[in-house]
Structures are given as structure tokens and as C-alpha cells.
């Protein structure tokens, strides 16, 4: 069966320090993977989504970035967080090719930017 | 372009009352339609879709939702509300003419009174 990671699950960090966030997806190949960011426990902003490998598209310029290094591995960064950064981050996955398939979300990641 | 909306901020019911939860829907071409609960803290999780087929979908947790083209809606249903159904609802619809990106409702928070 497929899993989907996320690390860390809760992070404080200061204004103009970096960010790592990453999440790995078991149990499947080549899958589709999404960023978002939930602001205050409601609406979902798309952030990044990639296909493949080294395959990234931003939905909303902003100060962060992401990349795929990896097939099953995803990670969101930030040279200098922002107060405006704090959220909720989930990374999300769904079947490549496959174009009735669900959104698969991981547990997410609390980012306080201080 | 491709969207969900939800009219219900929040959604009051009573335990053992049924529930509706609503959405609706602007696609271009056939939709592919999702519903998502989010506990506190946690990611999403699916509760049912529809792609095609039989109007009535039936899903996870005793939920179900009824699609209807002539009012583009996908009304989230269940006939006797639990507690434990409390949690913040997200429709979305897929994207099939853009890399299959989602786009999500604002969501739903349901409160179940006992």
C-alpha cells in the first residue's frame, strides 16, 4: 500500500532563517505531487505541483521554493522566511497517467514563523 | 477556468439529524468531483468521488453525495449525523486540461451537537 511522509509535523522558526520541509511518498512510482498551504484551518493555496523528476510548477510567486530530486521525494525551502509563511504545509500525491485518481495528503507540517 | 464553491461557512446539526454539506461546481467538459474531511491538525482525507456513472455516490464514514448536472452541484449527504462527524469539509474539482491539478472549496466546518 502506498504511504505519504512529512517532516517535520511542527516547526518554529525565526524571520529570515531558512526552511526545509520535505515529504516522501512509499509504494508507488512516478506519482504526481502537490505543496499547499492551508492559512487558518480553511482554504487550501496550491503552491508547487511537479510530474516528474526536476519537474516543478509554481502556482503563486512568493518566497518559497520547491524541488524533486528524487521520484518519490518532495521538498518545499525558503532562503528567508516570512511572518506571512506561517501555516499549515500538506504535501499531497496522486497516480501519474492516471486522471481519476484522488489526492492522496500526508499529516501536514505547522510552520510558526516568529 | 476550472472551480468549487461552497456556500456554508459552517454547518449546525444535531446528532441523528441528516446533514447536507453543498457544492457546486464551474467546469469546462466533464467533471471529476472530490470530497475531503480534515480533522484538527491533520491532513486531508478522502471521502468519495465522482467520475461518472450513477448520480448517487456512496463513500467512506456512511457519507454519500449526489451529483446533479442541470444545478452543477455535489451535495455532500449523510442521513443521521455522528459527533465524531464534526470536522471541516472540502469539495474539489480536478483539472484534466491542466496537468490534473485539483481546485478546492473553501470549506465546510460541520458541527454535530449531541
Known amino acids: 500500500s502506498q504511504t505519504i511522509h512529512q517532516w517535520p509535523a511542527t516547526l518554529v522558526q525565526p524571520v529570515g532563517s531558512p526552511l526545509s520541509l520535505e515529504c516522501t511518498v512509499e509504494g508507488t512510482s512516478n506519482p504526481n505531487l502537490y505543496w499547499y498551504r492551508q492559512a487558518a484551518g480553511r482554504g487550501l493555496q496550491l503552491l508547487f505541483y511537479s510530474v516528474g523528476i526536476g519537474q516543478i510548477s509554481s502556482e503563486v510567486p512568493q518566497n518559497l521554493s520547491a524541488s524533486r530530486p528524487q521520484d518519490r521525494q518532495f521538498i518545499l525551502s525558503s532562503k528567508k522566511l516570512l511572518l506571512s509563511d506561517s501555516g499549515f504545509y500538506l504535501c499531497a500525491w496522486s497516480r501519474g497517467g492516471s486522471s481519476t485518481d484522488t489526492q492522496y495528503f500526508g499529516p501536514g507540517t505547522r510552520l510558526t514563523v516568529l | 477556468a476550472q472551480s468549487v464553491a461552497q456556500p456554508e461557512d459552517q454547518v449546525n446539526v444535531a446528532e441523528g439529524n441528516p446533514l447536507t454539506v453543498k457544492c457546486t461546481y464551474s467546469v469546462s467538459g466533464n467533471p471529476y468531483l472530490f470530497w475531503y474531511v480534515q480533522y484538527p491538525n491533520r491532513g486531508l482525507q478522502f471521502l468519495l468521488k465522482?467520475?461518472?456513472?450513477?448520480?448517487l455516490v456512496k463513500g467512506s464514514y456512511g457519507f454519500e453525495a449526489e451529483f446533479n448536472k442541470s444545478q452543477t452541484s455535489f451535495h455532500l449527504k449523510k442521513p443521521s449525523a455522528l459527533v465524531s462527524d464534526s470536522a471541516l469539509y472540502f469539495c474539489a474539482v480536478r483539472d484534466l486540461t491542466n496537468f490534473n491539478k485539483f481546485y478546492f472549496g473553501s470549506g465546510t466546518k460541520l458541527n454535530v451537537k449531541p
Open positions: 465522482y467520475i461518472t456513472g450513477d448520480n
